[in-house]
């Protein structure tokens, strides 16, 4: 099995589709599966894990089309869910934690409501039930800036994720310099898969599933997103049973890379809870 760095085990899931899903395992100790954002990849982890690793063990796939994962034909919420569900269900945990960022989080909350999967606590990190605005839903992106996203994309994929690294730190007194790391750690997914995803995004719903997720859940948000408004956030406090709430002034769209230390600590505290 090929080796990454400092004990970080590079692997390869073959799906039945045939498709291989790409994901890191490092560490020993209860099983933490994170999950990525839209058109970024395992690799958007990098920082926390060694960190991490020291408590757990460290399960970190490519959605689908993302990273180093095979493209597939189809984009859906189901279809990231099912990949993972397959995978994780080849790997006979007998539980694990579940954390879940941006459109991985809603990933995470497609794969909680189930309710099937041994999922102990779950982590939603400025994750959202609906991303875009509606007549019935004011705590998402207007539906025309996300079409301006998708014909942007479509045009000019680097320059469009460039903006997008920006956005998850607007606000933010050290937000340029954490943007270009954002830039440099990471592969653009394919034309197709980023605006498949994107439109994914537009158009899902979860809200009617959030009364399903009965484990312990923490929901760590920042007060300054400009891409996932803090409201969604207490949202899903609201509306999933169980919860606890983490929510930062001044910080963005990813609070794990804008305070990385103080996340650890924030989930490892949730997630060992006795």
């Known amino acids: 099995m090929p080796r990454g760095d400092e004990g970080v085990s590079v692997k390869r899931f073959t799906l039945k589709s045939g498709q291989k899903l790409h994901y890191l395992d490092s560490g020993q100790g209860p099983a933490l599966v994170l999950l990525h954002g839209w058109a970024m990849s395992s690799a958007i982890f990098s920082p926390a894990i060694h960190p991490l690793a020291q408590n757990f063990r460290l399960l970190v796939p490519d959605l689908r089309g993302h990273g180093e994962s095979d493209p597939g034909d189809y984009y859906t919420l189901d279809y990231f869910a099912a990949d993972v569900l397959q995978w994780l269900e080849s ?7 579940l954390l879940g960022w941006s459109l991985g989080g809603q990933v995470a909350i497609r794969l909680a409501a189930n309710g099937t999967l041994p999922i102990k606590r779950l982590i939603l990190v400025s994750s ?3 991303f875009c605005h509606g007549a019935d839903w004011e705590s998402g992106l207007p539906q025309s800036q996300v079409r301006a996203m998708e014909r ?40 197709k898969a980023g605006l ?22 923490l929901i760590h948000h920042g007060r300054a997103d400009t891409v996932i408004p803090v409201s969604a956030g207490l949202f899903l ?33 949730f997630l060992l809870e006795s």
């Not at 790997?91 to 934690?97: A, P, T, Y």
Request: aromatic fraction near 10%; charge should be neutral.
């Open 152 to 191: 942007q994309f479509h045009r000019d994929p680097r320059t469009t994720f460039n903006d997008f690294a920006a956005m998850l730190f607007a606000g933010e007194k050290s937000g340029k310099g954490l943007a270009e790391k954002v830039r440099a750690r990471l592969i653009l997914p394919e034309t």
């Open 196 to 217: 498949a995803a994107l439109a994914t995004l537009k158009n899902g719903d979860l809200r009617g599933e959030l009364k399903n997720i009965r484990m312990p859940t």
């Open 237 to 269: 406090a609201e509306q999933i049973p169980n919860t606890e709430t983490s929510l930062w002034d001044h910080v963005g769209h990813a609070p794990f890379l804008s305070y990385p230390e103080r996340s650890q600590s924030l989930w490892k505290e």
């Open 91 to 97: 790997l006979n945990l007998e539980s694990f934690f």
């Open 128 to 130: 959202t039930p609906k």
